[in-house]
């Protein structure tokens, strides 16, 4: 079955790390979650409440990590995923996570970024000259990271789909498909039920 890995940690946004997981699902593609360990992780809930100039967090659902990056292939997939949340804050330091996502920008393979996703994509030096959607506070990264920052739901560079954060959720995961599909990227198997 196609494999398609999301790369993500405690504190990643559980909309953006599941709607991609279930889309995908839906789709017949196997899903499997990476992180720092393989370990069950506590996402957030980031909200906005009227008279804060920024969001809010509150703590969200849990879910088991099924790979260590350490552990990752990145040949034995065919795309990745990176939500946003906080985990991009710190899994930018990680050398594994890096190493997978120079992998899919080497072989210029399917990468869909939402959020605070691209901090990681800066932090393993793959957006230079690339336009990348963000969360709109992380304009600076992406440009220091050497990218062009661009506003918007479902930007779409080369192999890299990105988008500012779950509200944009449609439009991202909508150009992502079109992507995988273009790329040649399709579930060997019809859809499937899965549950952890």
């Known amino acids: 079955m196609t494999k398609i890995l999301i790369l993500t940690g405690d504190a990643a946004e559980t909309l953006e790390v ?41 703590l969200g659902h849990t879910w088991e990590a099924d790979v260590a990056f350490k552990d990752v292939d990145p040949a034995d997939y065919a795309a990745i995923v990176v939500p946003g949340g906080r985990a991009p804050e710190y899994i930018r330091n990680d050398e594994d996570a890096k190493r997978i996502v120079r992998h899919f920008f080497e072989r210029n393979a399917p990468v869909a970024a939402l959020c605070h996703g691209p901090m990681l994509l800066a932090a393993a030096g793959v957006l230079h000259g690339r336009t990348s959607s963000a969360y709109p506070a992380l304009q600076i990264d992406v440009e220091l990271g050497g990218g062009v920052f ?16 779950w509200p944009d959720h449609p439009s991202w995961m909508r150009e992502f498909m079109k992507l995988l599909a273009a790329s040649g990227v399709t579930p060997t198997e019809p859809a499937l039920a899965s549950a952890h």
């Open 18 to 58: 599941f709607y991609p997981y279930q889309r995908l699902l839906e789709e017949g593609f196997e899903v499997h979650i990476g992180a720092p360990e393989k370990r069950k992780l506590q996402f957030v809930v980031h909200d906005f409440v009227d008279g804060f100039d920024t969001y809010t967090e509150k």
């Open 150 to 165: 661009e506003n918007g739901a479902g930007v779409v560079d080369g192999n890299l789909v990105s988008g500012r954060a």
